[in-house]
């Protein structure tokens, strides 16, 4: 073997054991190798950044809330959605994210995190959140969403309606006007959730956004 043959062989397998080194060394500290751009790559049992959310967490909703968390309990998951906003000036605008729902609070309160990918000349994500929890007095589920990006708030109640249909309304999300969401056709695999706005106290309502949802299953195991 040449001199310089045996040098880029030698080199070549040095860093092949470095590289074996120091992917062990990640896995023994609980440190993940990749990681998307922006997220903290420690694990999350390891790392006390993460304690608040670790206890955050519920595997289900509390006893207490009985039949009424069949309402929002088949929201539970993740969902990959297509966006659809109608802009100020009547155009569609097409964006991709997911929607990912669990139960919080030892299970008295479900929040659903809603994720717009980037696109076009946006390079950061979008992220909001809602807080959900029953009212035993009036028998709705009043939540409040949270957008950090624009510092806002906004609160908002309802419930049930029907077998498939779920309706929120909101007086302060957007001044003079009534807004509703609502998730509609809900199935095992599949929803459509809307906003509409209505500036004549419900008389007459304008569709605002459509999201079309497909449940996220987990990858099967062999």
């Not at 510092?151 to 419930?159: D, L, P, V, Y």
Request: net charge neutral.
């Amino acid at each position: 073997m040449q001199k310089g043959t045996f040098t880029r062989w030698f080199l070549g397998w040095f860093l092949v054991w470095l590289l074996a080194a120091l992917v062990l060394l990640c896995l023994s500290l609980g440190i993940r190798v990749t990681a998307a751009p922006g997220e903290v790559t420690s694990s999350p049992a390891a790392d006390p950044r993460f304690a608040m959310i670790l206890a955050l967490r519920a595997t289900g909703p509390h006893p207490s809330l009985g039949d009424h968390a069949r309402v929002l309990d088949r929201l539970v998951g993740s969902w990959d959605v297509e966006y659809m906003d109608i802009s100020k000036n009547g155009k569609a605008i097409h964006r991709s994210g997911e929607l990912l729902v669990g139960w919080i609070l030892d299970g008295r309160a479900i929040e659903d995190v809603w994720i717009v990918y980037p696109s076009g000349a946006d390079k950061d994500r979008e992220v909001y959140a809602d807080v959900r929890y029953f009212d035993p007095k009036s028998g709705t589920w009043p939540a409040i969403f949270i957008d950090p990006q624009e510092a806002s708030a906004a609160t908002f109640t309802g419930g049930a309606v029907g077998d498939d249909r779920i309706v929120l309304d909101s007086r302060d999300l957007v001044a003079g006007q009534t807004r509703r969401w609502s998730f509609n056709d809900i199935g095992d695999d599949s929803l459509v959730f809307r906003d509409d706005a209505s500036a004549d106290g419900g008389k007459t309502w304008a569709l605002k956004s459509e999201y079309h949802m497909k449940r996220r299953r987990a990858p099967r195991v062999l």
